[in-house]
Structures are given as structure tokens and as C-alpha cells.
């Protein structure tokens, strides 16, 4: 007989746990990277604006924001696996609608897949606190490689299934779905592993508790800044680059390229980082790294654009996977672990959400792409800053 662990699971079931995991985190990332490669097809059908289209990314990040405080409420009343089953077929719809046609389908689509991913991106960290605490650095590398993997595989086929395939970006982004829908029918056998627990406190008691710590804060802005700059990357840096005299699919293999290494930093930084009890020189290291690719990537003379790309997207991943390592390390339990997950990734998603819009407007005004670049090299000096903080060694 297979011994079992401080939660009733034996070695195999909670293996199966952890897949479930990971298809779960599979389709976090998708549904947005996909908008990105489309914006130009999206755009010559409905004639929308930059900062029209910015929101396209920007209004998940809003719905993140939004839901994310209020997870651990469903979580409290619903459980953690039924929480997430619900996200999922809410993530299928969401994906669906916003493929009908139509630009109240397209929007109302978008929000609605927001909100899902909400769930996911909130719960997962806490169900590593408390399924996989021993080995949270591994578990945190799968989880956010995954997630790295299926941005890249919409950032890479998004355009040529519109194109290529015939199905126009319509039917790129719907079948997206298909992922989704896998995920339903390998999560729901999980919900039965997932042992329920009553909650030792009120959602107002947690909340009032955390905000009140500066260490949480300097988590939501460092959890901001690096969501910030990912997604503005993932909304326009095929834009940027078509700006700079390159063709549409060279710009789009150029995304996919920077999530293909994103999925590099998920795996390594979450295993290195995991493995130290202070993280503050993983994020010099990572800090600098950035710095000096997006700064190469604002002169076109010096060419090597795939190196500059494939930095950033090293960094991208790895601050991501590291931030999401940072919730679990600074928590004591799994219920503080989804308290503060909520409550840093609504402030952080918040912040996020500025980016891509920001940077639409931006464009709308200079039709010059360097001052979004220019604007991610300061974000990337106030994540050295704050992550010297966020880096020590300390428990909320």
C-alpha cells in the first residue's frame, strides 16, 4: 500500500494531480497571446484604433485585477477544484463568444475568458503551497514552462492558421477552445483529490491583515511591473518591429520566439531561485539582462534582433515564474498562500493593465515605437528596485 501524505494523496494521485495542474496552466496564456499576431487582421475588418486595440489585452488584465481580490471567496464557499472547473468551461465560453463576429461578441468574449484566467492564475500557486510545498521551485518551473509553452504556440500559429490555413482570425482564435475543453474533462477527476478544508478566517479578516503589510505591497508592484511589461510585449512587439521595417511574419515568429525562450526563464529561474533563501541576486541578474536587451532592440544598427528578443523573453519568463515563487515563499499556509496570491495579482493585474492601452495611446500620439521601449527600460529599473526588497528572506 502506497503511504499517503499530510493531505490523504499517495505518490501516483497526486502525480495525476499535477497534470491536472498543468493543463490547467496550459490554457492561461493562450487566448491573449493569440490577439497579438491577429491585431492587424482584427483591425482591417472592424477599423479600430490603436488604443481600441490595446484593449483587446488590456481588458483581461482589468478582469484579473477585478477578480482576483474576490477568489478566495469562491474558494472559501466552492473549494479550489470546483473554483477552477468553473473557470474553465467560463474560459471555453469566453473563447468561443469572442470568435461569433462582431465587435460586442469580440470585447464581451475577451472579458469574459479574462475572468476565467483570473481564477487560474490566483489558485495554482496555492495549490502548490499545499499539495507540492517541498518541491514548490520544481513545481512553479512546470507550471509557468507550461504556461510559457502554450503563449508560444499561439503566438507562433495564430497568424498562419489565419492565413496559411484559411481560417481567418476568427477561427484562429476559436480553436483555442479545443485546449480548454481538454482541460474540463482531464481536471474534473481531480476535485475528488482535493481534500476540503474549512477556512481558519473570514475573507475581510484576510484581507485587512494583508494589506497592511508593506512586504505584500512591494509583492502586488513588483508582481505589476513585470505583468506590465510582459503584456505590453505580448500586444505589440510584432507592431514594434513591423515599425521598424520588418514583415508580419517575421514580427509574429518574433513574439513566438520571445515566449519559445520565456519558457527557458519559467524552467530555470523558479528552480534557482527556489533553491536560495534570499532571491535578490537572481533578480540583479535578471534586471540587467533586460535592461540591455530592450536597449539594443531601440537601435536597429546593431541588428541581431532574434538575440534581443530571445533576452527579453528569458526574462520575461523568468520574472513571471519567479514572482508567482515569491507568493508561495513569503506564505506560511496554502489559505494565506490564495490570500495573498489574490490580493497581489489584483493590484499587480491593475497595474498591468495600463501597459498595452498605455502604449496604443502612446503610439496614437508619436507614431514613434521607441518611447514604448523606452518606457519598458524604466519599468525594468523600478523592478530592480522593488525586488531588492521583495528578494530577502521573510514570511507575510
Not at 358 to 371: C, E, F, K, P
Request: net charge positive; glycine share 10%.
Amino acid at each position: 500500500m502506497e503511504e499517503l501524505d499530510e493531505n490523504g494523496l499517495s505518490k501516483s494521485t497526486r502525480i495525476l494531480l499535477l497534470v491536472g495542474v498543468l493543463i490547467i496552466s496550459l490554457n492561461l496564456r493562450p487566448a491573449l497571446a493569440a490577439i497579438g499576431p491577429l491585431i492587424e487582421l482584427i483591425s482591417a475588418d472592424y477599423q479600430l484604433t490603436e488604443a481600441l486595440l490595446g484593449l483587446l489585452t488590456t481588458l483581461p488584465l482589468i478582469a484579473f485585477g477585478v477578480v482576483s481580490t474576490i477568489t478566495p471567496v469562491f474558494t472559501k464557499k466552492f473549494g479550489i477544484g470546483n473554483t477552477l472547473l468553473g473557470s474553465l468551461i467560463l474560459l471555453t465560453l469566453g473563447i468561443i463568444i469572442r470568435s461569433l463576429g462582431g465587435i460586442f461578441p469580440l470585447y464581451f468574449g475577451t472579458i469574459l475568458l479574462g475572468i476565467a484566467i483570473a481564477f487560474g492564475n490566483v489558485l495554482i500557486p496555492a495549490l502548490i503551497k499545499r499539495n507540492f510545498p517541498h518541491i514548490a521551485g520544481l513545481v512553479t518551473s512546470l507550471y509557468t514552462g507550461v504556461m510559457s509553452l502554450g503563449a508560444a504556440l499561439a503566438a507562433g500559429l495564430s497568424f498562419p492558421l489565419a492565413t496559411e490555413f484559411n481560417l481567418g482570425w476568427k477561427g484562429s482564435l476559436a480553436i483555442w477552445s479545443a485546449f480548454s475543453i481538454l482541460a474540463i474533462i482531464i481536471w474534473t477527476p481531480n476535485i475528488k483529490r482535493i481534500k476540503r478544508v474549512p477556512p481558519r478566517r473570514s475573507f475581510k479578516v484576510a484581507i485587512k491583515k494583508l494589506s497592511g503589510s508593506l512586504l505584500v505591497w512591494k509583492l502586488a508592484l513588483y508582481m505589476g511591473l513585470q505583468s506590465f511589461a510582459f503584456y505590453t510585449v505580448l500586444a505589440w512587439l510584432p507592431s514594434i518591429l513591423i515599425g521598424k521595417g520588418m514583415d508580419a511574419n517575421y514580427a509574429g515568429w518574433m513574439l513566438s520566439l520571445s515566449q519559445v525562450t520565456g519558457i527557458i526563464g519559467a524552467m530555470v529561474i523558479p528552480i534557482w531561485a527556489g533553491r536560495r533563501k534570499d532571491q535578490r541576486l537572481v533578480i540583479l541578474v535578471l534586471s540587467i539582462i533586460e535592461i540591455v536587451a530592450l536597449t539594443c532592440l531601440m537601435i536597429p544598427e546593431i541588428g541581431i534582433v532574434e538575440l534581443w528578443v530571445s533576452m527579453i523573453g528569458i526574462v520575461l519568463g523568468g520574472t513571471f515564474g519567479l514572482a508567482l515563487l515569491l507568493i508561495v515563499l513569503r506564505s506560511n499556509d496554502s489559505e494565506t498562500a490564495a490570500e495573498l496570491s489574490g490580493i497581489v495579482q489584483s493590484i499587480g493585474y491593475f497595474i498591468a493593465a495600463t501597459g498595452p492601452f498605455a502604449v496604443g495611446v502612446i503610439y496614437d500620439l508619436t507614431h514613434i515605437w521607441n518611447y514604448a521601449i523606452l518606457l519598458l527600460i524604466v519599468v525594468g529599473i523600478l523592478k530592480l528596485i522593488l525586488g531588492i526588497g521583495v528578494g530577502k528572506d521573510q514570511k507575510v
